[in-house]
């Protein structure tokens, strides 16, 4: 069993700056790519990092604004966010592609979500 605790979230004003954090724990053996998904209200779930080895990957949207970064021993992956608009406003999810003990392929995890609000 592998579980994600995402914290960090908040309301934060526009031009403000976030920082969110997701920890990996449970019967991991390799944690390959992780990743922040976002999920405004009546729109699907999209993609905004990911980081895999040495590379990372952005939507466009955050490019320049947001910086994903992981602690491997600490098995955690990291957002930080900055100039913050209302436009990021969502749910964040982590997403972490995980060979546990238990499975027999690699496999995707998911957080339960963090509320990030951008309003003045």
């Known amino acids: 069993q592998v579980q994600l605790v995402e914290s960090g979230g908040g309301l934060v004003e526009p031009g403000g700056s976030l920082r969110l954090s997701c920890a990996a724990s449970?019967?991991?053996?390799?944690?390959?790519?992780m990743g922040w998904y976002r999920q405004a209200p009546g729109k699907q779930r999209d993609l905004v990092a990911t980081?895999?080895?040495?590379?990372?990957n952005y939507a466009d949207s955050v490019k320049g604004r947001f910086t994903i970064s992981r602690d491997i021993a600490k098995k955690t992956v990291f957002l930080q966010m900055t100039s913050l608009k209302p436009e990021d406003t969502a749910v964040y999810y982590c997403?972490?592609?995980?060979?546990?003990?238990?499975?027999?392929?690699?496999?995707?995890?998911w957080g339960q979500g963090t509320q990030v609000t951008v309003s003045s």
């Open positions: 449970g019967s991991i053996i390799s944690i390959y790519t």
């Open positions: 980081i895999s080895g040495g590379s990372t």
């Open positions: 997403n972490c592609n995980v060979k546990s003990k238990t499975g027999f392929m690699p496999r995707d995890y």
